[in-house]
């Protein structure tokens, strides 16, 4: 009997299991993919589902949103939202999202005026090692994901405005390629200890670097940790 | 009865004490009043809100300005605070006028400043100051070489006036440019007319939308390309209204943007926004970057985005192995009439902040009249496609030399830059710009909304119709409360009468129920001795 019991326990916790780790992609009627997202056209109506994983400072009534499903990444520009609504947009905060697809300098995004609404569930995404894409094509296709870099060495640190006070550009060499990756200011500038950390880097330090892929022009990851070794 | 009319008196003058407090509100800054002398015992310390163009060197040039300023009266602190966005600096001034934390000296724009002025004195008038034989521009007590009033450009300095009175003085100037890829144009067996129309922009960019059999553009061979991109869509709108003589507003802040020009102008942006041969910056980025890989043949900027601009650009956003070889012109903005051009005028300007201390106000003063001096001026503007604001600084020898030296290869003199500054120069009384109110920066932003909005329409396949155009009329109006047909409040003219908040119709019903009450107890009395005396 026991050994009944331990088997029907076993095999309970591993469906539970396999149903929570798919919860992240299963969506409601009428909303797509990750995948027919992916797909859709540009300027095209797009329906998402997805969570949220961090975003930038609300303002005058907008918000811009870093979210994930299992299956990838999203970019929600200048959402329409209250202030009161964006207190809610805590990371994990499952949202439905109806909006137009478009691209602003090489970035896929949920273009500026999208709505939203807030629904049950909660998911975050881990970072992804995506170090041996660096310079190559397929990088693109973790665009707007949390991915990590490592080994990464730091050549320039520069701020927007030649002080603190707004962003900041930080290029990493790897493999002899130089990339620029950007703290945005409107994401995580408030944290000063972060903010401070990243404005004190020096040419040569090496670094394990996280962020989500955000893409300007080329990849320009939004760094979000950086791990000096 | 007596004992009754006391508390009754009493009462009244109570009631009628609040109700006059309740009328004035929280109390304002008393109206600066310039101080006989300047106490340079006395140590101030000013902050002053700058606004940047992502650029480095101009905040070198900030600083540099700051440090000779202090050098010249070491009792004057100035710290600096940098944006590189106007609409922020506009949010934080909101929001510190109801702390009276505002910034002593500000970079910003008259509409902004027809906001700030709904406070009381808060915005410093500066007619005085002007004026003023000691600390007035180039005053006898004025330790640098400072521009006198007439040494000013009269239109950037008209600008700055805001109903009668200045509130504000101009820093640098620009224009909107049409930076062209004349080496495309040409090879399409087009020839540059040198002022060019709306017609012939809106031809010569259908004609890029040919494609070889590959799918790639004839024009350049790639896969990607909008031959017309414009930069500030709020400015196109504006422009060609104003070019057509059509309503936008009236000085009073009556909104007249709603009209029948207004339609036609969207009709014929869907048309081009249809077939992909124009876009904007909202929608599409920089108009620069896809000049610069060649996948734009007309971008429209300011030209103070002027180094940005062509193959051989001070700056480049894209990586430099997609930047394509070819000649770039600079070209004023196309045109309705070629022989009465008209292009608007902007660029930062600067105000000061009214402050208890008039001291204070009077260092921030000094500060802002240092900021017109030769040296700025001629520096700031050198960075960017800016005109200096001042005869004094475009007259000079070392700015004429300045121009005089446009090379491509040169990065301090780009040719570009130099050009564009040149259009400003040359075109000075073909500026213009838009009447100034409260909420003039609203219906501004609406102007370009109609214009982002067919565009966006049309991308996505929707009908722009006639209905289309009476519903987006609607709800931009709407969104951006243009509804009101007079939205003015600080020029001095009437605005509509709002309804009485409760507390004062209740005060006002309290006052005249006294009155009556007062009024019956007279008769009362009136009539009670008459009886008596009978």
Redesign the interface.
């Known amino acids: 009997m026991k050994k009944v019991l331990a088997l029907v326990c076993a095999l309970s916790l591993v469906f539970s299991l396999a149903a929570c780790g798919g919860s992240a992609d299963k969506k409601s009627a009428g909303v797509m993919t990750y995948a027919e997202y992916d797909a859709a056209a540009l300027d095209s109506e797009v329906v998402v589902e997805a969570y949220v994983q961090a975003h930038q400072s609300w303002w005058d009534n907008k918000i811009t949103v870093y979210a994930a499903d299992k299956d990838g990444g999203y970019f929600f520009y200048n959402m329409n939202c209250s202030e009161a609504d964006a207190a809610k947009l805590t990371p994990g905060t499952k949202i439905k999202v109806t909006g137009y697809k478009s691209e602003w300098a090489g970035e896929v995004e949920v273009a500026e005026g999208a709505t939203f609404e807030i629904e049950d569930g909660n998911y975050i995404a881990p970072a992804k090692d995506v170090t041996a894409s660096l310079g190559k094509d397929e990088l693109k296709n973790y665009q707007n994901q949390l991915v990590s870099f490592k080994d990464m060495t730091v050549s320039a640190v520069s701020y927007k405005n030649g002080e603190p006070g707004d962003d900041i550009y930080v290029n990493f060499t790897k493999d002899g390629q130089e990339y620029a990756f950007c703290l945005e200011y409107y994401l995580n500038g408030s944290d000063a200890d972060f903010y401070n950390l990243v404005g004190s880097l020096t040419e040569g330090q090496v670094c394990d670097v996280e962020g989500y892929l955000y893409w300007y022009e080329g990849p320009n990851p939004h760094i979000t940790k950086v791990t000096v070794k | 009865m007596r004992k009754i009319a006391k508390i009754t008196l009493l009462f009244v003058l109570i009631t009628t004490t609040l109700s006059m407090c309740a009328c004035h509100g929280r109390k304002g800054l008393d109206a600066f009043v310039i101080p006989e002398q300047f106490d340079e015992t006395k140590h101030y310390d000013i902050s002053f809100w700058a606004k940047?163009d992502?650029n480095?060197t101009q905040?070198?040039i900030y600083k540099k300005a700051i440090s000779d300023f202090e050098a010249l009266y070491p009792n004057i602190t100035v710290n600096m605070?940098?944006?590189?966005d106007y609409g922020r600096i506009y949010?934080d001034v909101i929001t510190n006028i109801s702390t009276n934390t505002t910034p002593n000296v500000c970079i910003t724009y008259p509409d902004h400043i027809a906001t700030y002025m709904t406070g009381a004195n808060t915005v410093v008038e500066l007619d005085d100051l002007f004026v003023d034989t000691r600390f007035g521009l180039n005053g006898s007590e004025i330790k640098y070489d400072a521009p006198s009033f007439d040494e000013i450009v009269p239109q950037f300095i008209d600008e700055c006036k805001i109903g009668e009175h200045y509130y504000a003085v101009p820093f640098m100037r620009s224009t909107e440019a049409l930076y062209v890829n004349k080496t495309y144009v040409e090879a399409m067996g087009y020839e540059i007319p040198d002022i060019m129309t709306w017609d012939f922009v809106w031809e010569v960019s259908e004609a890029a939308m040919a494609k070889n059999a590959d799918g790639t553009f004839k024009v350049n061979g790639q896969n990607v390309m909008i031959p017309f991109i414009y930069k500030s869509t709020d400015n196109m709108m504006i422009s060609m209204l104003k070019q057509l003589d059509a309503g936008y507003s009236d000085p009073d802040g009556n909104i007249e943007i709603f009209n029948d020009t207004t339609k036609d102008i969207l009709f014929e942006v869907s048309k081009h926004a249809g077939t992909g041969s124009f876009s904007t910056f909202?929608?599409?980025?920089?108009p620069g970057?896809f000049l610069n890989a060649g996948q734009c043949i007309f971008a429209i900027d300011s030209t103070a985005g002027a180094t940005w601009m062509g193959t051989h650009a001070n700056h480049h956003?894209?990586?430099l192995d997609k930047v394509v070889e070819f000649e770039t012109e600079v070209y004023p903005i196309p045109q309705f009439d070629v022989n009465d051009p008209k292009m608007i005028s902007q660029g930062p300007s600067m105000c000061i902040f009214n402050k208890e201390d008039p001291g204070e106000v009077l260092a921030s003063w000094l500060f802002m009249q240092f900021m017109l001096t030769n040296d700025v001026q001629m520096s700031y503007s050198e960075t960017e496609g800016y005109v200096p604001v001042t005869l004094k600084a475009q007259n000079c020898d070392e700015y004429k030399e300045y121009l005089s030296l446009a090379s491509p290869d040169d990065p301090d003199h780009y040719d570009i830059k130099i050009k564009a500054a040149e259009l400003l120069l040359n075109n000075t009384d073909k500026t213009f710009v838009t009447p100034v109110f409260n909420g003039s920066a609203s219906l501004r932003d609406a102007a370009g909304q109609l214009i982002e909005s067919v565009t966006?329409s049309m991308?996505?396949?929707e009908t722009v119709d006639a209905a289309y155009m009476d519903k987006l009329f609607k709800d931009t109006a709407a969104l951006y409360h243009l509804n009101q047909k007079s939205m003015a409040g600080n020029n001095g003219q009437k605005q509509e009468l709002s309804r009485l908040p409760g507390a004062s119709i209740a005060l006002i019903v309290t006052l005249i129920t006294v009155w009556i009450l007062l009024g019956a107890y007279y008769l009362y009395g009136f009539i009670s001795s008459r009886k008596k005396k009978k």
Do not use: A, E, G, P
């Open positions: 940047n992502t480095l905040v070198d605070r940098l944006y590189t949010n909202k929608i599409s980025s920089y970057n956003d894209i990586s966006k991308r996505r396949k």
